[in-house]
């Protein structure tokens, strides 16, 4: 079993930065593939960034932001970032994050066991 707290959301204006923190509670954390999905309201949780298990030698991103947010890992600390750049208003949503062990980076929600509550990110024009 594996809990997962988020945190590092609030608000921010456009342009701005961002890193979100997502801590892993239970042992085998570099067994698990990592995911970071979001959720605007009225709209579907949607793909945003994975990582690969172990050392996080793979990365995968949605479209939308690549070049501009960066996935990353602390296994030592049982921690996966999230580091989002220039952040405009389409970027305001909920971030969570997902986790499956032995994951091969999915970018389907329902591909990943273990869900946090997610953070609040909200971008101001």
């Known amino acids: 079993q594996v809990q997962l707290v988020e945190s590092g959301g609030g608000l921010v204006q456009a342009g701005g930065s961002l890193r979100l923190s997502c801590t892993a509670s239970g042992s085998a954390f570099s067994s698990y593939g990592m995911g970071w999905f979001r959720q605007a309201p009225g709209k579907e949780r949607g793909f945003v960034a994975a990582i690969s298990t172990w050392n996080g030698a793979h990365t995968q991103y949605a479209d939308s932001v690549k070049g501009r947010f960066t996935i990353s890992r602390d296994n030592a600390g049982n921690t996966v970032y999230m580091q989002m750049n220039s952040l405009n208003p389409e970027n305001t949503a909920v971030y969570y994050c997902?986790?499956?062990?032995?994951?091969?980076?999915?970018?389907?929600?329902?591909?990943?066991?273990?869900w946090g509550q997610g953070t609040q990110v909200t971008v101001s024009s």
């Open positions: 997902a986790a499956r062990l032995f994951s091969t980076m999915p970018t389907s929600a329902t591909a990943y066991t273990y």
